[in-house]
């Protein structure tokens, strides 16, 4: 699906046709004529293919055409008459056509101008790019056709035989976070060609793990064309997560066997068969370009200067020091009106063209960077909100990036929902046995209305995680009380240091049997947390069956069987898979775990009552208490035949006593989730209680209101 002309340039486009019929000519094998500066990019018709990019510093654009070999076979000099568009139209191209850019002006880096007609540039809306992109040496002087990935025309059609996009409701999301190889690499009953592909992640097999453990919505990590780094290059290491970006509207190759934007499709199409949404991890908050000194591949060459953002000194703004609030050298500068653009364009083209469901914004805070800093009303915001089909999709802020006053949490508009570090730092901490922590946690449970009240967000606002790409698996957590990243070259320096991770005794796997079955109960206490607490839950695919990094909390870097889910399941594997797809269930059949109560008072109200384990209502000093290490809550409809829940945690490291709330004449506690069962069942065996029972050690214990 292109981009629809607007009624309002409908009468230039008419006349500038009407002047390309008196100004065709023929170079070569095709028929050149003006064309039409909409849409953007390289665009089929019945005659041939419309080409429009966007340039404000050029003298001129050239358009270079290449075979299949990627060798130039011509060029043709685009014409401007409308906003700094260049536009031509080619009579005779078809699908598959290989195609460059060059761009004449001015060379003066002091000045952000990087205009070299030397360099070949990949279309800033190239729906489709020849070969993966790799690092290379780059001078001023050098041409560097052999090393860039050339830009193709495509044909958009495609059979989407009468799929339609799954409707999730945001009380029932929750999000399973993978990346497309790592998924299904090592996986033996995916055949070999589609292992680490797009049609690996939409195979029989892979539908059927999501649907038995549960899930309802894939997070992809990154699948924008992208590049490695040339520090990683000379490691002998490439940048497996995909956080930097060459174009944001190409699918990245690797991941494909023929055409990555087919396979890219189907495997949506076959996805939402499924019943399954596709939530893109993207990055649009700096390119692989990086700083001063980067390679000039798209943006720094059409136009560096407005592209991206840069400090100021006491001369003025420096065009040799990229603002760098991504820690990847540089900034996109979304306060540049055309940045705004292509990145609104690309985010409909995936939405519409590709069907995919939402977004998940790395470093999302960039996004609403503006001249005097984050401005929770920027204008990235108000198209998003104003756009008809962009305010309709899921949008995920990861509410932070590294630039100043980067820590956003909370601070985004109401439609969006955020990462919440705040509740995996809680969790971890309470159940490592990190003492004080009860009144946090019952915060954090139910969905962290410090950040996010009721009457300003919406219910699933709290994205809820232990484990994300970026640190410990779950494995890891209780098995590594360090970071181990050698492996990544340097010194193992690298990823967080703070991982509130506890190893129970011995660094690493260990044949141990009493500190092999904590940790498998300190797992299941955290995956019973997560599906228990208010907001959205994210889960990190592999954590439902051990996978583990081996230490490693920072496996960017690490293309192998360190990032790879490993498939050869072990019976405790199997066993904590199945906890987890129980759990899921539990949490989709109830109202009150998939829904924030009305009440947005944490304190004790008709809905909410928070207990200490001893039985009586939790008063301010128990709060406070700096020994605390247990807590529970009575969950309550109202209504007589409506949801009633006792939970209670115990991060500590003794058995306690706890007395439940006396219930109305005929009504028992009915058990219905003990974390010691070791046998994948939420609990061994059904009993009923009236009024006391004894919490183990590290556990988790549910309880419903029921008739008996």
């Known amino acids: ?43 089929l018709d019945e005659l041939g293919c419309n080409f429009s990019v966007h340039s404000q510093g050029a003298e001129s654009v050239e358009l270079c055409l290449f075979d299949n070999n990627e060798v130039q076979i011509e060029s043709y000099f685009l014409n401007t008459t409308h906003s700094h568009l260049w536009h031509i139209h080619l009579q005779g191209i078809r699908a598959g056509q290989k195609y460059a850019y060059r761009v004449h002006g001015t060379y003066a880096p002091e000045e952000g101008l990087l205009f070299n007609n030397k360099h070949l540039l990949i279309d800033p809306y190239a729906k489709s790019l020849s070969k993966v992109q790799h690092s290379f040496a780059q001078s001023q002087s050098d041409e560097n056709d052999i090393h860039i990935a050339k830009s193709i025309v495509i044909d958009d059609q495609f059979d989407w035989q009468e799929s339609v996009k799954p409707t999730i409701d945001n009380k ?43 899930i309802t919505s894939l997070q992809i990590m990154p699948v924008f064309s992208y590049m490695s780094e040339p520090r990683l290059k000379d490691l002998g290491l490439t940048n497996y997560w995909g956080y930097n970006p060459i174009n944001f509207f190409a699918p990245e190759i690797r991941y494909s066997q023929y055409d990555a934007v087919v396979e890219f499709k189907t495997m949506v199409r076959e996805l ?15 390119t692989a370009e990086s700083g001063d000194g980067g390679l000039v591949l798209s943006f720094k060459g059409f136009d560096n200067k407005q592209y991206y953002t840069f400090e100021s000194d006491k001369n003025g703004v420096n065009y040799q020091n990229y603002s760098n609030h991504s820690g990847c050298g540089n900034t996109v500068n979304l306060d540049f009106s055309w940045s705004l653009k292509i990145t609104l364009d690309a985010l409909r083209y995936w939405v519409t063209e590709m069907q995919v469901d939402g977004f998940r914004f790395d470093l999302a805070v960039s996004l609403g960077r503006e001249a005097k800093g984050f401005n929770e009303q920027s204008s990235f915001f108000k198209a998003l909100l104003q756009d008809p089909i962009l305010s309709k999709v899921t949008l995920i802020a990861e509410p932070w990036d590294i630039g100043p006053g980067g820590y956003r949490l909370g601070a ?89 991770s506890a190893n129970y005794g011995c660094e690493g796997p260990t044949k141990d049997v009493r500190i092999n079955k904590l940790r498998q109960q300190q797992k299941r206490n955290m995956i019973a947390t997560l599906f228990l607490s208010q907001g959205t839950p994210h889960f990190l695919a592999g954590d439902e069956m ?102 209670v945690l115990n991060a500590s490291s003794y058995q306690i006593c706890c007395q439940l709330p006396a219930l109305e004449e005929n009504k028992f506690w009915q058990a219905e989730i003990d974390t010691r069962c070791e046998n994948g069942e939420l609990i061994d065996e059904v009993t009923f209680v009236s009024d006391a029972v004894k919490a183990a050690a590290h556990s988790v214990l549910l309880f419903r209101a029921v008739s008996h």
């Open 1 to 43: 699906m292109s981009n629809i002309v607007t009624e309002t340039n409908m009468d230039i486009i008419n006349s500038e046709q009407e002047t390309v019929s008196k100004t065709d000519y023929i170079k070569g094998s095709f028929v050149s004529s003006l064309g039409n500066y909409y849409p953007l990019g390289a665009t």
């Open 172 to 214: 029932t999301r929750i999000l399973y976070e993978l990346h497309c190889k790592g998924f299904t690499q090592s996986n033996p009953n995916i055949p070999l060609p589609l292992r680490g592909k797009y049609l690996g992640l939409s195979h029989p097999e892979s539908i059927k793990h999501y649907q038995s453990l549960g």
């Open 272 to 286: 939402h068969a499924a019943n399954i949404e596709v939530i893109l991890d993207v990055v649009f908050n700096h």
């Open 412 to 500: 985004f508009p109401e439609q969006w929902k955020e990462c919440n570090d705040r509740y995996r730092d809680t969790i971890r901490s309470f159940w490592r046995g990190d003492t004080g922590q009860v009144s946090e946690v019952a915060t954090r449970l139910l969905g962290s209305r410090d950040f996010f009240p009721l009457e300003n967000r919406s219910n699933s606002t709290s994205v809820n995680y232990i484990c994300y790409h970026d640190g410990f698996t779950l494995d890891d957590m209780v098995s590594f009380q360090d970071r181990h990243n050698e492996a990544n070259g340097e010194n193992n320096r690298d990823g967080h240091g703070h991982n509130l």
């Open 546 to 647: 051990g996978n583990n990094q081996l230490g490693n909390n920072n496996a960017y870097c690490q293309d192998n069987q360190i990032s790879w889910i490993n498939w050869e399941h072990s019976s405790d594997d199997l066993l904590l898979f199945k906890f987890t797809s129980k759990i899921i269930a539990l949490r989709k059949q109830s109202r009150l775990f998939g829904k924030l109560l009305l009440d947005d008072n944490l304190e004790n109200s008709d809905q909410v009552k928070w207990y200490h384990p001893d039985g009586y209502l939790m008063q301010e000093i128990d709060w406070h208490a700096a020994n605390s290490q247990a807590i529970a809550v009575e969950l309550n409809e109202i209504d007589s035949e409506g949801e009633h829940f006792y939970l």
